[in-house]
């Protein structure tokens, strides 16, 4: 919510002891010093950050050296917490990370002022000691571009030079100085555009957007690691399908991620056509975030003990941000159904086996994304290839057998699975939304029953594959995994007991069919 801010308001904003230790050294060298950035701009939509960027005409090392040396001359407000100082001397740059007692783990970059000139296949710049004006004409967008001045003579003076206040209180996204030269000298702004429109739920400016479309093919010299950074910002949004709806309309999703992109439109074939696959995607991630909000909002509503209490096998943290790549996961559910799509002259369009091509297509993208490929690869693998079991289960009946294998598959990401199954049912009509998702009640409760008699999330077979080798006289062989799997697909299907005794009996018979004798009973 933005709310105009007189220069005596914003210096009741700044009585953070640290602005005041800024403008004592400052002021002791003689030198301008402004918060810069973020900071801010969130001052104004009134939203508390403890990130502090920091411009000052001359060193931004030496002026950070000497905030640290104060921070550390004070009694501190954690006991042997001191400041902690990091200098980037190629960058010019340093940090000073320190605790406040009120505000926790607070952070606060230097920089000197620069003015930058680009050569036209590199986004690092030729960097020169400049001005504050040098500095904010080479920022990306007018509502990043606003400074408040720390010196005492100006203290709380605001700086604004490219009217960002105004596009603030309008909801706007523009560039301070021609679009094309700030996309074309640093493309990443593009993303970070795109990044700050979504997040803040702004309108980019035809000017600026037509300049982002224009400016396009230079994202290719932008390092992956670079872009994956704004796309996780953009997941990490309320409402990231504006965002992703934005990169498709400007070109940018053709160059980032294409097999999103060929999801995109409608193909009309004897009068029958299939869904907008990308405009389908884009909605189930939205009612991902939606229930992940309400989930949040329900658990931060339930007692304190009674939340502390629960154990339901998904208590212990997780390797990694599951409410991250979930959202990740429903970006690339229906990956598949680019290249499985066929036509039926019975019943129209296919897309038959698209969760399982899906899923070969993810190691391909995350590679490419540079997102990380160990646990976080895998569990959006297991959502691409899972996400039709449990609509399958819905549509064409529950039985315990079919609920006992989702549960051994999804393990402990069975909540997850079931997150995004109800996100994906987006028909706009009503009374089909209504009946899967009360067909997804009951397999929920079937699920908890069956749970709460054997943990099949977590669970393994009572025999394993040392003492059936043990037990039938075999070395590391194809009879081996014959038996495990018959062993898993019994208790699984209900035809044997999930005990020791049942599974024992059940493998002496098996055996015995494939010519095997028990040879040490143990």
């Known amino acids: 919510m933005f709310k105009k801010l007189t220069q005596n308001e914003i210096i009741c904003h700044l009585q953070l002891p640290i602005f005041r230790i800024i403008q004592e050294e400052a002021d002791a060298l003689d030198r301008e010093c402004y918060v810069v950035g973020g900071f801010v701009r969130d001052l104004f939509i009134d939203r508390p950050s403890k990130d502090i960027d920091c411009v000052t005409v001359g060193s931004g090392i030496e002026l950070a050296q000497r905030v640290a040396k104060r921070l550390n001359e004070q009694p501190s407000d954690r006991k042997g917490q001191k400041a902690h100082l990091s200098i980037f001397r190629n960058f010019g740059t340093a940090q000073v990370k320190y605790y406040s007692r009120r505000h926790g783990l607070m ?4 920089v000197g002022a620069r003015k ?30 606003m400074a408040i001045c720390l010196n005492q003579q100006h203290f709380g003076e605001l700086i604004d030079p490219f009217g960002g ?18 996309f074309s000298d640093d493309p990443l702004r593009m993303l970070r555009a795109i990044r700050f429109a979504c997040r803040f739920d702004f309108k980019i400016v035809p000017e600026t957007f037509e300049a982002i479309a224009r400016n396009r093919e230079r994202i290719k010299i932008i390092s992956a690691e670079r872009i994956i950074e ?21 070109g940018l999703l053709q160059i980032i991620l294409p097999e999103l992109q060929a ?25 991902v975030v939606r229930a992940q909000a309400e989930k949040e909002k329900l658990e931060a509503a339930q007692p304190k003990e009674q939340s502390e209490g629960k154990d339901n096998g998904n208590n212990a943290a997780p390797q990694f941000d599951k409410r991250l790549y979930l959202r990740w996961a429903a970006l690339m559910h229906d990956l598949g159904k680019a290249r499985a799509k066929a036509w039926d002259d019975k019943i129209g369009w296919t897309f038959h086996n698209h969760d399982y091509l899906g899923e070969r297509m993810v190691p391909g993208i995350f590679r490419r994304l540079k997102l990380p490929l ?14 039709m079991r449990p609509i399958n289960l819905a549509e064409d009946g529950i039985t315990d ?20 199954c109800e996100a994906d049912i987006t028909s706009k009509i009503a009374e089909k939304v209504r009946r899967f998702l009360d067909n997804f009640k009951i397999v929920r409760q079937k699920m908890a029953e069956i749970q709460a008699k054997d943990d099949y999330r977590n669970w393994t077979p009572p025999i394993d594959g040392i003492e059936i080798m043990q037990r039938y006289g075999l070395t590391p062989s194809k009879p081996v995994g014959i038996l495990r799997e018959a062993q898993k697909d019994a208790i699984l299907d209900g035809e044997c007991d999930n005990t020791r005794e049942a599974a024992l009996a059940f493998l002496d018979k098996t055996a015995a069919e494939m010519g095997l004798t028990v040879v040490n009973k143990g």
Not at 107 to 110: P, S
Not at 374 to 387: D, I, L, N, P, S
Not at 401 to 420: H, N, Q, W
């Open 107 to 110: 952070e606060v970059e230097f």
């Open 116 to 145: 930058e000139s680009y050569s036209h296949d590199s986004r690092k710049p030729v960097v020169e000691d400049g001005t504050l004006e040098d500095d904010q004409n080479r920022r990306d967008l007018t509502i990043n571009d």
């Open 165 to 182: 206040m105004q596009d603030l209180e309008a909801g706007l996204i523009r560039t301070p100085l021609d679009p094309d030269i700030t």
């Open 230 to 250: 704004e796309l996780n910002k953009i997941m990490l949004c309320d409402k990231p399908s504006t965002g992703w709806a934005q990169l498709q309309r400007c």
């Open 263 to 287: 999801l995109s439109g409608i193909e009309t074939k004897e009068g029958r056509g299939h869904k907008d696959n990308f405009v389908h995607t884009i909605t189930v991630l939205d009612n």
């Open 374 to 387: 160990g646990a976080e690869e895998k569990f959006v693998q297991k959502m691409v290839r899972m996400h």
């Open 401 to 420: 057998s079919a609920i006992r294998r989702v549960l051994f598959e999804a393990g402990d990401d069975i909540d997850e699975l079931m997150t995004l």
